[in-house]
C-alpha cells in the first residue's frame, strides 16, 4: 500500500511529539512492505530525504498551483491512503478531502485529547490573561462566555472532519468518549472511530548508569505543559535535593520567563539545554518530572519509561493512567498539587529500593507501546483500505 503522511508544518527530527511519531510510524510501515512520503507545509525544495524518508513539501493551501501540486504527488506515488496528522484542523483537512480523488481514502488522526480545552480553560485564561496583564477579567462568566463558543465551534469542526474521513483516529480509548460532548454520537460513528497510540522502537536500558538527575523534556510552555509549576516544584526540592541536578530538555516561548525566574529565586542545579535529541538524558536520569494539564499522548512518558526513568505527573487528562500506572510505573499526583508532587519526587530519590522497583515497572510498562503491538492495530485498519 502506498501512504502520503501530511502534517501542516516543517518535518524537523526532534522538534516536537507529531514529527517524532510521523517518522517511526512512516519507517515501521515501510518495513512492513508499505510506500510512505511525508509532505509537509514549507517553503524550500520540492523534494528531500530525511533520515532516508522522502519528504514532499506544500506552501499555501489557497493557492491552485499549490492544490494540483498535491494532486500530482498523488498521482506520481501512485497514493492509496493519506494519513492527516493534522486531525483537529478543519482547513486541512478540507483541503485534502476536496483534492484526494475519489480512490484516495483520508485517515484523520487526532493528537490531542478532545477536551483538552474545556477541562484546563480556567488556568488557560490564567496563563494568558497575566501576560496581558489583566488577569481579573478571568471571571466565571467570561469562561461560560468562551466555553459556550468553544463547545459550538468545535462541534462543528470534529463533525464535519469525522464525516470527510474514512477513519477518525485518536490516541486512547479514553478520548473517544469525550466526543460526546461536543454533541458527536459515537454509536452512529462507531466503525469510524479508532483508538491506536503512538508506536515506540524497542530500548535496551541499562539502570546501573543513572545518576541523581531529574529530567524535563517538552515545549516551555505556561500554558499546556505547566512549566511555571515546574520551577516551583523545583523550588522546593533544590534545597531538599542537594546532590541532585534538574536538566531542561527542550524550548519554546516561555524559557526567558523560566530562567528568569531561576535567578529571581537563586535556584541551583539547574540547566537549560535546549532543543536536542533527548535519548543521551534518558540513559542518565532517574526521574522525569511531566507537569502537563494536558496531552494528546505523552510520548515522552513512554520514551521515559524505556529507558528506566520513572515519572512523576499529574493526573489531568484521561489518558494519563493507562501510560503511567501509579505506584507501578510511576507516580500520578492529583492535579494540581505541587506540595505532594514534591514530597512523591522527593521520596523517589531519596528511598533507593522504591527507585529500583518503580524503575523496573515503568520498563516493562513501556513494552505496551512497543512498535510491534501498535502495528497490529494500524494494520486491522489498513486492511478493508487496501485497493481492489
Known sequence: MNILFYIDFPFKLNTGGVQRSTHKMAQLFERKGHQCVILNRDIGEESKLVDGLEVLSICNMEDSLEEQRYKDYLSQYNIDVVINQMGSDLRVTNFLYKNKGARVKLVSTLRMNPKNFADNLKDILKVELQKKN???????????????????????????????????????????PELKYFGIDTRKNAQKLKAIPNLFSPVKSDVSKKQNIILYVGRLSRNQKRTDLLMKIWKDLHVQLSDWEFLVVGDGEDKSWMKAYAERHKLERIKFLGSQDPELYYRKAKILSFTSAYEGFGNVLVEAQQHGVVPVMFNSYSAAPEIVVDNTSGFQIKPFDCVEYSKKTSLLAIDVELWKNLANGAELQAKKFEEEEVYKLWEELLTPLQVR
Open 134 to 176: 489583566v488577569v481579573f477579567f478571568n471571571t466565571g462568566l467570561l469562561r461560560q462566555f468562551v466555553l459556550i463558543y468553544h463547545r459550538i465551534k468545535q462541534a462543528l469542526i470534529l463533525s464535519s472532519i469525522i464525516k470527510k474521513s474514512d477513519y477518525f483516529v485518536l490516541l486512547n480509548k479514553n478520548f473517544i
